[in-house]
């Protein structure tokens, strides 16, 4: 592939394109012996006893290239410990090597692809013109102006709870919504194709536990900085594209559906733009500075800026700026991934509850709806909405767990150990995935029966049968308070008489301008007694109760005899939480 142009190492390296896909970054020395021996592969010198003249040949080559002296041996030493463990050549006695594969931290699994070279290369021509720089303003301009007309005029909030309260619009937003996501992608294909670079196949995959599609744009390494930032960025261009549609389609309906729709496609977008995971966002940042993998300096940075070690020779290899840019993305990424870690971590359990319950009503409202196959298919959406998350942080866990685990194994664990073990746990490596899955199914149903939400048994208290008062007028009970513990006893003596002697003696009323008595309970918070006794309508209304009760300032008429209600005060109101958020429930029901 050539020199990595733009690149931020001091000694900018070169580029080979394996044959399964993974770009591999060589200094010039190697690069030129690679190249040569290309060379002599394509011209036909393959066979086994042409082996040592083939490699004589390749030394008198890069001798005359590079100006050193090389002869067969150092080829075949080259050969031997530098490119056949990399899977770029065989070994010098025509061995296969076994091929390393790249373990990219957060990156996509089990891709599949489902349009060939020849595809994406048609649909990119589609597209490729709207790359013109006076076409790209006019669209990026009514991007910006369609924006501010939706999100300033429009209702879109009701839009989105509209939209949710019905299946067939549950599932015409997630269409359209993966519908954003393919176009995405033929953005980044339309960019390589206007650079003038190949594109490669287009496909689908799984990006820790979501969906997602993905296009191959490794040729993008063969352009410059711009022409690479140009790749980074088509996706979101044509989401802004697919976003003027959907405006366009709103003025024709005004259907709340399409509302929906644009404010999730600009979620999607600003989920992109995020430089923390292997986002377009992260992409732009590594094509800026020209240094592909950013992942793999997190740990030489924080041993020089944190433990104050000395500087890696990864670091002394890249320029200065460089250095400064991808130090002050990990010191701002990292924090913020581990803070972000931290809080899911912490309301995993209160989601995984709001997510049951919420899972539960679904689950038992599908049927309930006048389509039932539009109801069944928007609640497994739903359910899988949300279960997808939690089972992504389960998975995020896992994956930091094990690699804490190897890497305290590399440092405290002896080689030879080290190999026993592995051979032990690789000869029952069944027995404890099936220990694995039983463990998890465990988990999942202790938490489930934990988070359930369980019927309230507080007893009710009876109602006391009425007596006639000793003397004076009957009045009406007044309604139950509870207790502040702000308020102080004033008078704790007669509250313990009457606390002893209330089962059997009532107290005597007062006068028309006597204060009702007061006391409290042993050790309890004061309470106030009413001033005569009466038809009481609320629970615990009678002489000796324990419930604290308040006169109320003008008794209103009494209310029907028999036990009654109590209204639930505003700050009772049950919430189910939908969607959380670390400053407070942000949907809930």
């Known amino acids: ?326 130090t002050a993305w990990v010191l701002t990424v990292l924090p913020a991934i581990a803070v972000q870690l931290g809080i899911v971590v912490t309301r995993l359990p209160q989601w995984t509850g709001a997510a049951w319950q919420s899972t539960s009503g679904l689950a038992g409202g599908a049927l309930s709806g006048g389509n039932p196959v539009l109801g069944v298919l928007s609640a497994l959406v739903q359910i899988l909405l949300l279960l997808l998350p939690l089972f992504g942080v389960v998975l995020i866990l896992w994956q930091l767990t094990s690699a804490l685990v190897r890497f305290l194994f590399r440092r405290y664990v002896a080689q030879e150990k080290r190999e026993r073990m592995g051979a032990w746990f690789g000869a029952r490596r069944r027995v404890w995935f099936v220990l694995g899955l039983a463990l998890c199914a465990c988990l999942v149903g202790v938490l489930s029966w934990a988070l359930t939400p369980k019927p309230d048994h507080s007893p009710s208290v009876a109602t006391r049968p009425w007596t006639p008062p000793a003397e004076g007028q009957a009045s009406p009970s007044p309604s139950p308070r509870d207790p502040r513990p702000s308020e102080p006893a004033r008078d704790q003596d007669t509250g313990a008489a009457q606390e002893r002697n209330g089962a059997d003696t009532a107290p005597p009323p007062p006068g028309p301008s006597a204060p009702a008595q007061q006391g409290t309970d042993a050790g309890g918070p004061a309470q106030e007694e009413p001033a005569a006794s009466g038809p009481s309508s609320a629970p615990g209304g009678g002489a000796g109760d324990d419930t604290p009760h308040a006169r109320p300032s003008s008794p209103g008429p009494r209310e029907d005899e028999g036990e009654r209600e109590p209204k639930p005060r505003p700050s009772e109101r049950r919430c189910t939480t939908i969607l959380d958020l670390p400053l407070g429930p942000l949907l809930c029901r």
């Open 1 to 326: 592939m050539g020199e990595f142009a733009g690149s931020g190492y001091r000694v900018p390296p070169h580029l080979v394109h394996r044959y399964d896909g993974q770009v591999i970054h060589l200094p010039p020395l190697l690069y030129q012996a690679t190249k040569l021996l290309a060379e002599l592969e394509s011209a036909g010198a393959r066979k086994p006893r042409d082996g040592q003249a083939a490699m004589a040949r390749v030394a008198a080559q890069l001798s005359q290239a590079t100006g050193r002296a090389f002869t067969a041996e150092h080829i075949a030493y080259l050969i031997d410990k530098k490119l056949a463990p990399l899977g770029i050549a065989r070994y010098s006695d025509g061995s296969p090597p076994d091929i390393p594969t790249a373990n990219s931290f957060l990156a996509l699994r089990f891709r599949k692809a489902v349009l060939s070279e020849r595809a994406t290369w048609f649909i990119s021509g589609l597209f490729a013109w709207l790359f013109q720089p006076l076409v790209l303003m006019a669209v990026v301009a009514t991007v910006m102006v369609g924006e501010v007309w939706v999100f300033m005029s429009q209702n879109v909030g009701g839009a989105v709870a509209t939209t949710m309260a019905k299946p067939n619009s549950v599932l015409i937003v997630v269409l359209l919504t993966l519908a954003s996501a393919a176009f995405h992608e033929c953005g980044h294909a339309a960019a390589c194709r206007y650079s003038k670079v190949k594109p490669g196949v287009m496909g689908c995959g799984i990006y820790l536990v979501w969906p997602a599609f993905y296009t191959d744009v490794t040729n993008s390494y063969r352009l410059g900085r711009a022409g690479r930032l140009r790749c980074d960025l088509g996706g979101v261009y044509f989401n802004g594209i697919f976003i003027c549609g959907l405006i366009l389609l709103y003025l024709q309906t005004g259907s709340p559906v399409i509302l929906a729709a644009i404010l999730f496609t600009n979620l999607e977008m600003a989920q992109q733009l995020l430089p923390t995971l292997r986002f377009d966002g992260y992409y732009i940042v590594s094509d800026l500075v020209g240094i592909p993998d950013l992942f793999k300096y997190i740990g030489p940075i924080l041993r020089r800026a944190v433990l104050r070690k000395p500087a890696d020779a990864r670091l002394d290899a890249l320029k200065k700026w460089p250095q400064i840019v991808v």
